[in-house]
């Protein structure tokens, strides 16, 4: 089982910055990519932004040139810088993760962080 635990949320004005984390722990070892996805009422959850094993990024068109994605794999953590933010940010953010064991791929999920973009 692998835990992920995010952090950083809040409320911030529209043009502002936020910085999330998500710690993971547990069977870590088969840590593969990480990523964060976003979900609003009504709406799927979507992939902002993903960082590979090898450290590859890909981003959603709404996002690029404004978030940046990075890891620490000492740490085990996932970042997600967020820039300019705009009121169609505002979501709750969850931290995703896959581990690869015996060739297969499993997903893990974190509870989720509200962010809120508003004047």
């Known amino acids: 089982q692998v835990q992920l635990v995010e952090s950083g949320g809040g409320l911030v004005q529209p043009g502002g910055s936020l910085r999330l984390s998500c710690a993971a722990s547990g069977s870590i070892a088969s840590l593969n990519a990480m990523g964060w996805y976003r979900q609003t009422p009504g709406n799927q959850r979507e992939l902002v932004a993903v960082i590979h094993f090898r450290g590859t990024t890909d981003y959603d068109d709404s996002v690029k040139g404004r978030f940046t994605i990075s890891r620490d794999d000492a740490k085990n953590t996932v970042y997600l810088q967020m820039d300019r933010l705009k009121p169609e940010d505002t979501a709750v953010y969850y931290c995703?993760?896959?581990?690869?064991?015996?060739?297969?791929?499993?997903?893990?999920w974190g509870r989720g962080t509200q962010v809120t973009v508003s004047s």
């Open positions: 995703h993760a896959t581990t690869v064991l015996v060739g297969r791929e499993y997903d893990h």
